[in-house]
């Protein structure tokens, strides 16, 4: 396999893990420090809407400068954003106050991070002359790994470990992340030549433009969307509140995590299975396919059976969920202009930043006021509809027709 494609799948890998043991590590270490489960809970609301922002007004600058170097600039943002706190914790005591300001910092790295590392895509395949389904594939392969170990070994470090010395080994993740891309040949990060490049313009105006392109320009960009956006909210709040809730009743919370890598070991042998494969079926039939059989995973799980059944529903949900995401990632990549990138999937990741509280709040709210099986049985008609929608919606009827980068 070409070089570019290792490095930059490693990076990624990287990065990916550091983000999936930080979810874990650092809310684990805000509880040790302060005793409180709701100052973890305000860390997690305060770093939400910087994270956000800061990833919407980076799409500009991704579109304006070196794409490699705008990655490795926002995993060293990362990493140092964690690294203070440790820091602080030498020289002083860890609050609160600490806690949110060095987890905004850091959330400047986060989204920003994501949305710069998607379009070194298109520079890895000219490189490697692979096509884009493979690149894809591959990647949503390391990321489904890194999603079911990240977790485990966040674990490890906080038993192990004191807090601060976790903190620094999440740091080490991020900053192993931006020296990986570094070592990126640096062609792979260039603008395409023959792309008009745009007069500088406010942030503002940078924000504006990848949202008007996203909601205007694309029907087949805006129904991929919408469809990942409801796919996406309903699996957050299944894995958020309405499995915790319903393991809780069973007296089953410690079997919790086995359900995520479940899930996670079914990504990983779905969007293989699309890097290997994609040129053996048509998209249509990769879309139809992947669609139905989620459907009938999140079918298992929303009925809220037994563990068994729980376990086989979530495999389902992420082997046919493993081979969409990458479909989409290709799709997206292929239809998005190089010149616009940057804004247009930093919108896209803002979007998708948010549907965490949405789902979980809205599945809170069911719980609360209706039951548990009503809960269930609102996510499996929420994942209903997106299904159908993508499959009668004309611009992913025609989805065959954006193959053109494989």
Known sequence: MDRSVVVYLTSYGFSSLGNSVAAVVLPLVVLATTGSPLDAGIVAAATAGPAVLSGLFMGGLIDR?????????TDLVAAAGIAALPIVDLVSELSLGWFVLFGIVASFGDVPGLTAREPLVPGVQRRSGIGFERIVGLRESVGAVTMMVGPAVAAALVVTLDGPGALWVTSALALVAALTTLALPRDVGARVAD??????????????????????????????????????????????????????????EGRLGLVLTSLAGGMLVGSAAYAM????????????????????????????????????????????????????GVVMIETIPDDLRGRVMSAQNALFTLSPAVGILGAAVLVEYASLETAGAVVIGVWFVAVVAALVLRPLRRIDASAGGA
């Open 277 to 328: 494969a994609s040129a053996r079926l048509r998209r249509r039939t990769w879309l139809s396919l992947s669609l139905v059989g989620s459907l009938v995973g999140i079918g298992v799980i929303g009925a809220l059976p037994g563990i068994g059944w729980i376990f086989a529903g979530a495999a389902l949900v992420g082997l046919f969920g493993g081979a969409l995401g990458a479909l989409f």
């Open 65 to 73: 400068f070196d794409r490699r170097t705008m990655s490795i600039v």
């Open 195 to 252: 792309t008009p490049s745009e007069p500088p313009r406010r942030a503002a105006a940078q924000v504006v433009a990848g949202m008007v392109w996203l909601a205007r320009r694309s029907p087949l960009v805006r129904a991929v969307t919408v469809v990942n956006l409801l796919l996406v909210t309903v699996l957050v709040a299944v894995q958020g509140l309405l499995l915790p809730v319903h393991f809780t009743v069973l007296g089953q």
